[in-house]
């Protein structure tokens, strides 16, 4: 069984790789993973790990200069690059490193799996005849991440980045009247970590994770205040404000009017109980 090493600065992150496949029948030890790359590089001789993933941006010691300490020191160590970034100058950086693979986050179990497959048929064949990777394998590598940011690999990544934008949006959409949904449970929920959700949301919306929440809330609060019927301290609990007074200064904050100065607005009406409840 070989043994796989993951170096990831988030605690969600590393936690969300443990559980993410069946490790040992994909025929590997998931070594209990390194918090950055400092620690990485003490432990690599104690352990010999047979595989490592790693992230770039990690503090102290960051992933490439952990990828060239193994290429420099245990070149037989497949070295997987798990990266938030598409730019070449990654991948072009990791190919001198000479990677096994460079992966954008996030990565779903079966892209997961599919990669960590391949490496141990690699990894079964340089066992049983070690002189038959070598350079061949060098430059299979090279031409995969050459490939892969191709005009349609950076297309691929875009698109990438455009499907974790619809399933955050998605998720808020069905779970924004949750009270204490926060970054962290939707980062959780989607595998992905919280600094990586909200690059995506800045650069798909330019809003932070907090403006898009309240932006849907608030929303989802007009079409409900069309109604007459609906008292304006069961809008505010319907879309995430167990705090009427609270509910009513977002409202005001990101609309301009108060929710019964909102209703008048549009209906053309005056109710008393909904005045006294946004005052």
């Known amino acids: 069984m070989y043994k796989f090493l993951v170096i990831d600065d988030e605690e969600i992150v590393r936690r969300g790789f443990r559980?993410?496949?069946?490790?040992?029948s994909a025929g590997f030890e998931f070594l209990p993973p390194c918090k950055n790359g400092r620690e990485a590089i003490a432990r690599i001789p104690i352990?010999?790990?047979?595989?490592?993933?790693?992230?770039?941006c990690m503090p102290f010691v960051d992933g490439l200069e952990v990828a060239s300490f193994i290429a420099k020191e245990y070149p037989e160590i497949a070295v997987i690059i798990l990266s938030g970034y598409g730019e070449f100058e990654y991948a072009r950086a990791a190919l001198?490193?000479?990677?096994?693979?460079y992966l954008l986050k996030p990565i779903t179990s079966s892209e997961l799996l599919a990669v960590i497959t391949k490496i141990k048929i690699q990894l079964d064949i340089k066992t049983q005849n070690p002189d038959s990777t070598g350079k061949n394998s060098v430059e299979m590598t090279s031409q995969s991440i050459t490939d892969k940011y191709s005009l349609n690999g950076i297309n691929t990544i875009r698109n990438m980045g455009k499907s974790k934008m619809a399933e955050i949006q998605d998720y808020i959409q069905h779970n924004f009247a949750q009270k204490k949904l926060s970054i962290n449970e939707i980062s959780r929920d989607l595998f992905i970590s919280p600094s990586y959700l909200a690059r995506i949301l800045k650069q798909y919306s330019?809003?932070?994770f907090v403006d898009s929440l309240t932006e849907y809330r608030i929303e989802m609060a007009k079409?409900?205040?069309?109604?007459?019927?609906?008292?304006t301290c069961v809008v505010a609990e319907k879309v995430g404000y167990s705090d009427p007074h609270y509910f009513s200064t977002?409202?005001?904050?990101?609309?301009?009017?108060?929710?019964?100065?909102y209703r008048c607005m549009i209906g053309n009406w005056s109710n008393s109980e909904d005045t006294q409840s946004s005052a």
């Open 19 to 24: 559980n993410k496949i069946d490790w040992t």
């Open 47 to 56: 352990e010999q790990p047979d595989v490592v993933m790693t992230d770039i």
């Open 96 to 101: 001198r490193c000479r990677v096994a693979e």
């Open 206 to 208: 330019g809003k932070t």
């Open 250 to 261: 977002i409202f005001k904050k990101t609309t301009g009017k108060t929710p019964s100065e």
């Open 223 to 231: 079409q409900m205040l069309a109604n007459p019927e609906i008292k």
